[in-house]
């Protein structure tokens, strides 16, 4: 799979996993909602219950910005399985004006936040390394990001 065919498949994803590493070296991996903008990736720490908000992946993000992104899809008909990871570099955001983009574009794809404009902080991601993979029986997403 070609990068624009990885970038296209992982936009088209609703849900991707953020895999961080912590002081220990252990991965530490969770469900995220995002954005995809070109080589940008944007998610942001939002309402849904979380007992802190100073989050695991935050903090990992601060000691080591290196992060790889995960989307997929299991189906029984093999041929149709595929997966799009994304490597970069995290950056944590907390500045109103330098987060109000990245929200905008998160509200701009999930209903959900229409209603409740995460807060953030939010993490942008540039991409530097786009790999994946598409069975034979799943056509190819077209996309203009």
């Given at each position: 799979?070609?990068?624009?065919?990885?970038?296209?498949?992982?936009?088209?994803?609703?849900?991707?996993?953020?895999?961080?590493?912590?002081?220990?070296?252990?991965?530490?991996?969770?469900?995220?909602?995002?954005?995809?903008?070109?080589?940008?990736?944007?998610?942001?720490?939002?309402?849904k219950?979380k007992?802190?908000?100073?989050?695991?992946?935050?903090?990992?993000?601060?000691?080591?910005?290196?992060?790889?992104?995960?989307?997929?899809?299991?189906?029984?008909?093999?041929?149709?399985?595929?997966?799009?990871?994304?490597?970069?570099?995290?950056?944590?955001?907390e500045?109103?004006?330098?987060?109000?983009?990245?929200?905008?574009?998160?509200?701009?794809?999930?209903?959900?936040?229409?209603?409740?404009?995460?807060?953030?902080?939010?993490?942008?991601?540039r991409?530097?390394?786009?790999?994946?993979?598409?069975?034979?029986?799943?056509?190819?997403?077209?996309?203009?990001?």
């Amino acid at each position: 799979m070609d990068e624009a065919a990885a970038r296209a498949r992982l936009a088209a994803a609703r849900v991707a996993r953020l895999a961080t590493v912590g002081d220990d070296g252990r991965p530490h991996v969770v469900p995220i909602t995002f954005a995809v903008e070109d080589d940008l990736v944007f998610t942001a720490v939002d309402h849904k219950p979380k007992s802190t908000r100073r989050l695991q992946r935050l903090r990992n993000i601060a000691r080591n910005p290196r992060v790889a992104l995960l989307a997929d899809e299991y189906v029984d008909d093999w041929t149709r399985l595929w997966w799009v990871r994304a490597d970069g570099v995290a950056t944590v955001v907390e500045d109103a004006e330098r987060m109000r983009h990245p929200i905008d574009a998160l509200v701009a794809r999930y209903p959900q936040y229409r209603e409740h404009r995460p807060e953030g902080p939010v993490i942008v991601i540039r991409v530097d390394a786009w790999s994946g993979w598409a069975g034979t029986g799943h056509p190819p997403i077209v996309s203009a990001v």
